[in-house]
């Protein structure tokens, strides 16, 4: 059995023959009291310089206290997928983990918030949304960040929220359309030629008064999110809704990308669309629908010269609410017709995308999805690919 610890002043001796003596220790050369002195005011003062170096690196390290906020909200998505392909060069199915994302929003006072959201599902972590909004008027909000561009009713719309379970229609191998490769479908066209998607600048927004109208413009670096400025040039992104009825927008939108040419000079592609939606997302018809054309600058001919593209859209959904207490609580049939030609100087490119496929809604964002995208293109073999994808909201 272990003994017990002896107290530290219970195992100091009492007989004067084995006296602890400090000035033995401090001076082993005899030297008397004033060397003793000397030498714990050294020890002192080492003691004092080490408390306030580490007491210092403390107080640095601690936690500064918040001003209280008005709001801050915690959540992520997780979105998981199976897809089939019928190219010959990949796998002929696989799991995807299509998406895992956490992100927070805060809201400072009543005209100062922001969001971060970070994607874990590729090989590292990246930002997507990253910013600060400024609410200086209902007619003014600025946001600086990284952001999604002013433009693109189907890129606009979240990835909680998207009527398809991919907005490209993306077949895994398949890679033909000129310039921006996958299928020539709207999609492709908008987030491949740096119309749309994530980008990081400065954000305009707000109503007009009246209620019937609003607006969204950004001026941003190009590159698109998570990535360096190539030029000194900005690309420039607006967005003007008008609000026919309160289930009814039509939108215009408008775009010059900047981006550097295969000399280094800058050059500028303009770009241009109109889109509506009707309906919204918790009940009955809801329809996406939208025109787009401009310069297809990643496909260029014998002299350098970007050719023109032209798309169109429409997601046309229907969706049935079931019994309140159910687990399924509606289900969501859906159609997409995209037709897109990348050179509309030529023929025999482009062609069409068709995408039948129904959703299963549970409790909130939460759902179950299925796609069947067929490509029909307009010379070449056909190809299609089968998507389910499980939606985590929370």
């Not at 408008?254 to 303009?270: F, I, K, W």
């Not at 001919?301 to 959904?317: H, K, N, R």
């Not at 482009?350 to 995408?355: D, I, N």
Request: net charge negative.
């Amino acid at each position: 059995m272990p003994t017990a610890r002896r107290s530290r002043v219970a195992s100091i001796p009492t007989s004067s023959a084995s006296t602890f003596e400090p000035e033995t220790v401090l001076n082993p050369l005899g030297r008397g009291s004033t060397l003793n002195a000397l030498g714990s005011l050294r020890w002192a003062l080492l003691a004092g310089l080490l408390s306030l170096a580490f007491g210092s690196q403390l107080r640095a390290q601690s936690v500064e206290p918040r001003t209280p906020v008005k709001r801050l909200t915690l959540g992520g998505r997780v979105h998981l997928q199976y897809n089939t392909s019928s190219a010959e060069d990949v796998p002929h199915s696989q799991f995807v983990l299509r998406r895992a994302r956490l992100f927070t929003d805060v809201q400072v006072n009543d005209w100062i918030e922001g969001a971060a959201q970070v994607d874990f599902s590729g090989s590292r972590a990246s930002a997507r949304y990253a910013f600060v909004r400024l609410t200086l008027d209902p007619a003014l909000r600025l946001s600086f960040g990284q952001f999604k561009r002013a433009f693109d009713l189907f890129e606009l719309t979240s990835s909680s929220q998207i009527l398809v379970v991919e907005r490209d229609g993306r077949i895994p191998g398949e890679g033909s359309c000129p310039g921006v490769g996958g299928v020539c479908s709207y999609s492709r066209f908008s987030e491949q030629l740096e119309l749309s998607s994530l980008d990081i600048g400065v954000l305009a927004e707000g109503d007009i008064p009246g209620g019937h109208v609003s607006y969204r413009t950004s001026v941003t670096n190009g590159p698109g999110g998570n990535t360096a400025e190539e030029n000194s040039a900005k690309s420039v992104s607006a967005r003007l809704s008008w609000h026919a009825t309160p289930s009814m927008t039509w939108s215009v939108n408008a775009a010059v990308h900047d981006h550097p040419d295969s000399s280094g000079a800058t050059e500028y592609a303009p770009a241009a669309a109109l889109d509506v939606e009707v309906g919204d997302f918790d009940a009955g018809p809801h329809l996406q629908a939208g025109i787009m054309t401009g310069e297809n600058w990643r496909n260029l001919d014998a002299v350098g010269e970007s050719s023109t593209f032209l798309a169109v859209q429409g997601i046309a959904t229907y969706r049935f609410p079931l019994r309140e207490g159910r687990r399924i609580v509606g289900v969501e049939p859906l159609a997409r017709l995209s037709w897109g030609d990348p050179d509309t100087s030529t023929g025999g490119d482009g062609g069409l995308l068709v995408t039948p496929g129904v959703v299963l809604h549970f409790e909130g964002r939460n759902k179950l999805a299925a796609d069947l995208d067929a490509w029909r293109p307009r010379t070449g073999a056909a190809a299609w690919s089968l998507k389910v994808q499980t939606y985590l909201y929370f």
